[in-house]
């Protein structure tokens, strides 16, 4: 919970999803992404995989998964998070970096109704995305470094499967949403394209110079960008 939190005022809070032999204890132990999100007055929560990585669609060693059993841990922590601390359940964002964020992005399309909003940063889905999505369009930020080498743009092979490309998973999203055209801007050293439909919701893309890395101010940044747009 944020710091000084009185115990009784909802808060909203932040799902934080590893990446690849990463932990929830890990995750805890990152002092400057711990403060961050204390600093805005949410909570923060990480989530762990059972093994080394999240069991998804077309993964290493889970190619036959339809990712149910995922889902259904994440509905359980939901529940047993909101049932415990004062939590707004309108008001919480999904997020992750590498395989979490492929993760995200399996959330955003198989459980949209259970989060406010999902930021998946360096990840998409494996081989390629689903034909479709189901319930209510959600709001996504995809953050990715321009020279990512680990999870690239355009993906690459990893035993009998491939990661993803990134634009094929925003192409299908817009598609799925009724997204218009990309418009280009630029903020906070992030180069974006950003789509909004006639309901208005949330379609983002946004590069950052560099590679395979974390950085706690882009999600201060995506908390912010959602927050102006009344999400938060």
Not at 82 to 92: G, K, M, Q, S, V
Request: charged fraction near 20%.
């Amino acid at each position: 919970m944020p710091a000084g939190h009185d115990g009784v005022t909802p808060v909203p809070a932040i799902v934080f999803a590893h990446g690849y032999r990463g932990s929830a204890q890990g995750v805890m132990r990152n002092g400057s992404l711990r403060r961050m999100v204390s600093d805005l007055g949410a909570a923060l929560i990480a989530v762990k995989s059972e093994g080394d990585d999240w069991v998804i669609p077309n993964a290493p060693r889970h190619m036959d998964s339809d990712g149910a059993e995922e889902f259904a841990y994440f509905d359980a922590v939901l529940a047993d998070a909101t049932r415990r601390f004062n939590i707004d359940e309108t008001r919480i964002m999904a997020t992750g970096f590498s395989a979490g964020a492929m993760m995200v992005w399996n959330l955003a399309c198989a459980r949209s109704d259970r989060f406010a909003v999902f930021v998946p940063i360096s990840g998409t889905f494996w081989l390629e995305p689903p034909q479709s999505c189901v319930g209510p369009v959600a709001d996504i930020l995809h953050i990715h470094g321009d020279n990512d080498s680990t999870v690239p743009l355009k993906g690459r092979r990893i035993q009998q499967t491939k990661q993803g490309e990134v634009r094929q998973s925003l192409d299908m999203y817009a598609a799925y949403g009724n997204f218009g055209m990309p418009v280009t801007t630029s903020r906070n050293g992030l180069i974006c394209q950003e789509r909004r439909n006639q309901e208005g919701d949330i379609l983002d893309f946004c590069l950052f110079e560099g590679g395979h890395s974390f950085r706690a101010e882009h999600l201060r940044f995506a908390w912010q960008h959602f927050k102006d747009a009344g999400r938060f």
